[in-house]
């Protein structure tokens, strides 16, 4: 079936750098794309979000990046800090009949950010 | 404060004996919805519910239940608890704006069970 993955099971930052972290998505039936961030014993965190009709979108300090041709979802971090160590997981909003839409998420991506 | 607050946040139980993990939530969210997280299994869908008295059945709903006769809370219930459903789980809502869901899920803080 389709599904939303991520490429990276764990990412190493050094503090300063820009983190970059990947998912591939299959629904051609998703019409918008979040990131959460999961900071180790709490719930996700929304960080940002993007619309099928979007290629880029730009928060404080993050960029989302969607490439609709290849299926692929971007999320960039810049100047990473100690506080973005988390897991990140993308998510897809499938469309249903409901109007809802149905949240599939991926495995996570582990964001450790060394000194 | 908004927010999603569950209860309780840690449990260890036994097989078979019944538990309820209560969820609350104070933005008036239409939709609540309950997961589990696994390791490597990323979040998964237990039960929704759309609306008070509209729940439905989301990905792994087996040996759960779940009730909203409330538009705040949505409960979450293990009739018989098997070790198979030890997991780390959460509440979350959402808002219906414009005659869509938006993409902003609010969750709670998670609740570890433990079943022996």
């Known amino acids: 079936g389709e599904s939303v993955g991520l490429h990276l099971p764990t990412l190493s930052v050094q503090e300063g750098d820009n983190s970059i972290i990947n998912c591939a998505y299959s629904?051609?039936?998703?019409?918008?794309f979040i990131w959460y961030k999961q900071e180790s014993g709490k719930g996700p965190q929304f960080i940002i979000d993007i619309r099928s009709n979007m290629d880029k979108r730009q928060g404080q300090r993050v960029t989302v990046l969607l490439n609709k041709t290849v299926k692929h979802l971007s999320l960039q971090i810049a100047a990473t800090q100690p506080g973005d160590s988390a897991v990140y997981f993308c998510?897809?909003?499938?469309?249903?009949?409901?109007?809802?839409?149905?949240?599939?998420f991926g495995a996570g991506t582990q964001v450790v950010v060394t000194p | 404060e908004a927010q999603v607050t569950q209860n309780p946040r840690y449990l260890i139980t036994v097989t078979g004996k019944k538990l309820t993990v209560t969820c609350s939530q104070n933005?008036?969210?239409?939709?609540m919805s309950w997961y589990r997280q696994d390791p490597g299994l990323g979040l998964r869908q237990i039960y929704y519910?759309?609306?008070?008295?509209?729940?439905d059945k989301g990905d792994v709903p087996e040996g759960y239940k779940v009730s909203r006769k409330e538009k705040r809370n949505f409960p979450l219930i293990l009739e018989s608890p098997s070790p198979n459903q030890t997991s780390l789980y959460f509440c979350?809502?959402?808002?219906?704006?414009?005659?869509?869901?938006?993409?902003?899920?609010?969750f709670g803080e998670g609740s570890r069970l433990t079943v022996l």
């Open positions: 933005m008036n969210h239409e939709y």
């Open positions: 998510a897809e909003n499938i469309l249903t009949t409901d109007s809802w839409g149905k949240l599939q």
């Open positions: 519910s759309m609306n008070v008295e509209v729940t």
């Open positions: 629904n051609s039936a998703s019409d918008y």
């Open positions: 979350a809502s959402r808002l219906f704006v414009g005659g869509r869901g938006t993409g902003e899920l609010f």
